[in-house]
């Protein structure tokens, strides 16, 4: 059974600070996606990922993939309280597509 | 505006009573889906469409019907809820899968007593 594993589930960081959110799954996929969702909000897109190696930058976020390993990264670089909000990945290896649990996170001024 | 509209946005029902969600896009996309989201479980997937006429089971499915008669609308169809499908229902859409970016309605809040 494809399982998508999100760490950390929660997260709280200070401003200025940076982290990594990492995002495993469990089966071949060639391509991810990462969802924000404010509370209360819808998901809306941050990043499709399409290959092995592929990076993708805005603001303060950037992604990346590592097809090989399975294996996603989100990247915050000198969190602001802004970007506090539940990340989502997920994968679509046949056309369905599995999310992870989720990360919350909270930044802290 | 391009956009993915749901309806009713927050219903209450019984347990037992048929009930239709609407999902409607104009954006003229292929891909249409039905996730539900619950606390810890981020969302699965109830069932997906990747064209008129072509409708697929997601990952939770049991319990939920659907159809795609026309491009832009995708309705999910509860025949017979059960308090176990009380749960924040999300519709989405994209341009095709596998390469765009879904772009997901606002929500159906649903509570069956």
């Known amino acids: 059974e494809l399982k998508v594993e999100q760490n950390p589930l929660f997260l709280s960081m200070q401003e200025g600070k940076n982290y990594t959110i990492y995002c495993n799954y469990s089966?071949?996929?060639?391509?991810l996606y990462w969802y924000r969702q404010d509370p209360g909000k819808s998901l809306e897109s941050l990043f499709v990922?399409?290959?092995?190696?592929a990076v993708k930058q805005e603001g303060r976020l950037m992604a990346s993939l590592d097809t090989k390993a399975r294996l996603s990264t989100l990247h915050i670089t000198a969190a602001v309280h802004d970007l506090s909000a539940t990340y989502f990945c997920?994968?679509?290896?046949?056309?369905?597509?599995?999310f992870g649990a989720g990360t919350r996170l909270t930044v802290k001024p | 505006e391009a956009q993915v509209t749901q309806n009713p946005r927050y219903l209450i029902t019984v347990t037992g009573k048929k009930l239709t969600v609407t999902c409607s896009q104009n954006?003229?996309?292929?891909?249409m889906s039905w996730y539900r989201q619950d606390p810890g479980l981020g969302l699965r997937q109830i069932y997906y469409?990747?064209?008129?006429?072509?409708?697929d089971k997601g990952d939770v499915p049991e319990g939920y019907k659907v159809s795609r008669k026309e491009k832009r609308n995708f309705p999910l169809i509860l025949e017979s809820p059960s308090p176990n499908q009380t749960s924040l229902y999300f519709c989405?859409?994209?341009?095709?899968?596998?390469?765009?970016?879904?772009?997901f309605g606002p929500g159906t809040r649903l509570t069956v007593l």
């Open positions: 989405a859409s994209s341009r095709t899968l596998r390469v765009w970016e879904q772009f």
């Open positions: 089966t071949t996929s060639d391509r």
């Open positions: 990922l399409l290959s092995n190696g």
């Open positions: 997920a994968v679509d290896p046949n056309n369905d597509m599995r």
């Open positions: 954006m003229n996309h292929e891909y």
């Open positions: 469409s990747m064209n008129v006429e072509v409708t």
